[in-house]
């Protein structure tokens, strides 16, 4: 199998395979390539999984995390918990040609990204506002806390410590992320 | 979430992940996906890996740069891949997840954590000699 150039990305999302292999085939470098195919798995919004519109958290909002790593200089860019901007890893991409940082994060990531001209869109949509609903409609189940009052298995919050006997039964975290739910 | 692994003829390495993480988090939790070592790590000498699955286990293992390190040892992708799931599956023999491994000639391999519904993970390749990207399966382990 040893022939190169060579483009492999976790799970079936071929349309992104395919527009990062046509950047190399036209010549392009392997950063340009990593980050079109990862944009088009944004436009696509893979599996739900990438992009805009998927994985509302507790408030029912989207926000996005992305990285980008250069195996030459050992450069990256990342940007995690971005709000209002699409295009997540042309922001990692800029947070590492733009700034001598690596990581930056949530509020002020998107004010960068406003500030090297990315574009400051909803993220919602009316699947993700859907998948909010029907999760606040059972309760708030599933969701990611332990040892709260009120139960959270049975009950929405807000949520406080418990601070009597830790219940060490709870279900694992890994059983609420599947293929259809993951990171 | 998609981790990206991209290697052209000379050998140079290029790594990239991009998600919108677990359904109804905490707002404010981040994942595996976005940190370095974690969610994807390159070196062009050796190669790149990427891992999705559960980030909230995964990112304690850093199993992407594990899996670089073991093919810089010697191992080729496919055992690299299985001994980073390999260190996960020790302390958490119910996590969900998987790790993509290339190497800078060009090998590559993948290796997933067998659980109840999901005994197989499906990974995406386009390389020389294709007219387009095919599907491959490796079995969990």
């Known amino acids: 199998k040893a022939e190169l150039p060579l483009v492999i990305n976790t799970w079936p999302f071929r349309n992104a395979t395919e527009a990062a292999w046509r950047v190399l085939e036209a010549g392009g470098s392997v950063l340009d390539a990593v980050e079109k195919g990862c944009a088009q798995c944004e436009i696509d919004q893979c599996d739900g999984s990438v992009g805009y519109g998927g994985s509302p958290d507790e408030n029912g909002e989207t926000t996005l995390d992305a990285m980008i790593m250069n195996g030459n200089t050992m450069e990256i860019g990342a940007v995690a918990q971005l709000r209002r901007i699409k295009n997540a890893i042309g922001v990692a991409r800029a947070v590492m040609e733009h700034t001598k940082h690596t990581f930056l994060v949530g509020e002020s990531a998107s004010l960068f990204a406003e500030s090297m001209g990315f574009m400051r869109e909803d993220l919602t949509t009316n699947h993700s506002r859907s998948i909010h609903s029907k999760w606040l409609d059972q309760s708030c189940q599933p969701n990611y806390w332990k040892n709260v009052v009120p139960d959270a298995s049975k009950s929405c919050g807000p949520y406080h410590p418990f601070k009597g006997v830790k219940n060490e039964k709870q279900s694992p975290l890994q059983q609420k992320i599947n293929v259809h739910n993951h990171d | ?141």
């Open chain 2, 1 to 141: 979430t998609i981790g990206m692994i991209a290697i052209d003829k000379a050998g140079n390495v290029a790594v990239g992940t991009s998600t919108n993480g677990a359904t109804h988090k905490i707002p404010g939790r981040v994942g595996d996906s976005p940190i370095p070592g974690a969610g994807a790590y390159a070196d062009s000498v050796v190669g790149g890996a990427a891992a999705t699955g559960d980030g909230d286990i995964m990112m304690r293992f850093l199993p992407s740069y594990q899996a670089v390190e073991y093919m810089r040892m010697g191992s080729d992708p496919t055992a690299a891949c299985q001994k980073a799931i390999g260190r996960i599956q020790k302390y958490f023999p119910n996590f969900f997840g998987a790790v993509i491994c290339a190497n800078s000639t060009g090998s590559y391999g993948a290796a997933c954590n067998k659980i109840p519904g999901f005994k197989e993970f499906h990974f995406t390749v386009f390389r020389m000699g294709l007219s387009k990207p095919i599907d491959e399966v490796v079995i969990c382990i």
